[in-house]
């Protein structure tokens, strides 16, 4: 069955993706799902259509997503109000008559893209439909059936995308509806623990669906900060647990009332399984141990914010002292001392902890910076042969870099042969990388001063570097 899908139009990446992990996660199989664009609409069109097995997964799809408006059965499209009715006349019957029956209400909405319409010009559009035969009684509250007039005009003044050659207007039943109380329910400036790197719960949400968090699975983030994201895998039915190398965080927060935990019992949700104290470089799992995860979902340190970091301090890590043993007398307040940990090392230890931990077919969901390069040069990510790489949705952050989220989905259960070929990809990955991984962080890359001002001030012997200032737009 075709559905018209409409999304919202934001983070425009990130929308085919979320619907397909839906899909399948509500049970649709892989083949049978398809899209296709309205004629003449660009691919960044709010509009379009996709096929699905079922009217129950499709409004399972909307009543989940965040970036999906509503699923409708489309009854008839085209560029004007008369090719409207002859697509709404030529619908099976079969298929429209259960709907207008004299024992139901209904309720017709106008919406547009791209233009306003006035509230006279609303009824004069839902009047022109008196061709078909509704036989129920109007109720504007609480309707036994939603229909959609939807007019997308071919200006390209207000909504951004490329002209299309003529409008389009679509006519149909709403199948399903995104849950609009979600967001503002989890909105980060009414949470009440929050740090510097906390997701935003758009993002998280989009995150947990990309890892088809849902109840009776485990979702692990080994970079859990004030656990934005676990809360919103609870949120969606899944147990979660989380691990942090910053001690402070996982056990103490900020009291007793303001910490990891509070943000969970806020929202009703059940509490982490665990939080750990634990060093993503050499995590303390025993050997024997695998594939106890459904999803892992994270957001490593990449240097904007926060710089990634691992145990052992400066001088262990340089060799110049030997590591030691924490006195027994001095143990309940130790902060474990850290050192550097670049992002290319994060990222591979990442892959090899996914690769162990995941069940077959479970998902390892994380962001992965890249600086915007206007060459148009390929962006290499890293890649496991445990793994394929089914989604890339970039979020630009500025001018200068943005964030891509990376899906993989495990393929190929863990073996030493496998960690070998996984060693050696990475060797690979680390000799042909960008400077700024190796380096940690891209925070000289987005703050460095830029380079005509430099220019300008050359020649003049009273020339000082400028401050380091952010120079990028938001995009």
Known sequence: MWFLCVFYHRLLDFRKPEVEALAELFGEEDESLQWRLPEHHHNDTPFHFVRLSSEEIAQNIAKRSILVKGMYELWGEGTCYEELKDSIETFPDSRKLPFLASDSTFRISVETFGKALTFDEQKERIHSLTYIPFEGKVNLKNP?????????????????????????????????????????????????????????????????????????KLVYDPFVGTGSILVSAARFGAMTMGADIDIRVVRDGRGPDCNVWSNFKQYGLPAPVALLRMDNNVPPWRSGLKEIFDAIICDPPYGVRAGGRKSGGRKILRGTVDPYTVPEDK????????????????????????????VMKG????????????????VKFPEHPCFKLVAVSEQILSSRYSRVLLTMVKVEPYSEEIEEAARLMHLEFRENHLKWLEEGNIHSSVFKPSTDASQIHTESKSFKDPKPKYRGKYV
């Open 331 to 358: 143990r309940s307040g130790h902060i474990p001392s850290t050192g550097a940990y670049s992002l290319v090392e994060c990222v591979h230890d990442l892959l090899h902890l996914a690769a162990r931990m995941l």
């Open 363 to 378: 998902r390892l969901v994380f962001f992965f910076p890249v600086l915007r390069d206007e060459s148009g040069s390929e």
């Open 144 to 216: 036994d059936h939603n229909f959609f007039l939807m007019e997308m005009d071919e200006s390209e003044e207000s909504n951004g995308l490329p002209p299309i050659v003529q409008r389009r207007i679509f006519f149909g039943r709403e199948v399903g509806f995104a849950d609009r109380k979600l967001l503002p329910t989890f909105q980060l400036k009414s949470r009440t623990y929050l740090g510097p790197t906390a997701m935003d719960a758009e993002m998280a949400f989009l995150m947990a669906n990309q890892a088809k968090a849902a109840s009776g």
